[in-house]
């Protein structure tokens, strides 16, 4: 697989916790990273994305403020820090990439890569 996301995670509501992406066999550097995720029952949903080629970062209303992406071009790796975890996070995590910058970022038709996915419990 092109990117692999690490994890599962688990933590208790009100904690932290990192996930990261991985690329192999290309770089990060003409492409959008976007962080999807799949709750039981409904449908994926955007997360955040991080553009290198516009320098800019984006985030779903319902976890700006608690979510911060990033990149580290020289790992080729973009990483997730997600704070103050609640338990509607509860999700399995995908990243996915895009050459160039999708101009809906959150519409998952426009990402061509994506990794496994990786669960995340958030539960007391």
């Known amino acids: 697989l092109p990117l692999v996301e690490s994890g599962p995670g688990f933590v208790q509501p009100g904690g932290p916790l990192r996930l990261s992406c991985a690329a192999s066999?290309?770089?990060?550097?003409?492409?959008?990273i976007g962080w999807f995720r799949q709750c039981p029952g409904k449908e994926r949903e955007g997360v955040s994305e991080i553009s290198p080629i516009v320098g800019s970062t984006y985030y779903t209303d319902s976890v700006k403020g608690r979510f911060t992406i990033s990149s580290d071009n020289a790992k080729n790796t973009v990483y997730l820090q997600m704070n103050n975890l609640e338990p509607e996070d509860m999700a399995v995590y995908y990243c996915a990439a895009t050459l160039g910058q999708p101009s809906r970022w959150y519409d998952e038709r426009a990402y061509d890569y994506w990794g496994q996915g990786t669960q995340v419990t958030v539960s007391s």
């Open positions: 066999g290309f770089t990060f550097d003409h492409h959008a």
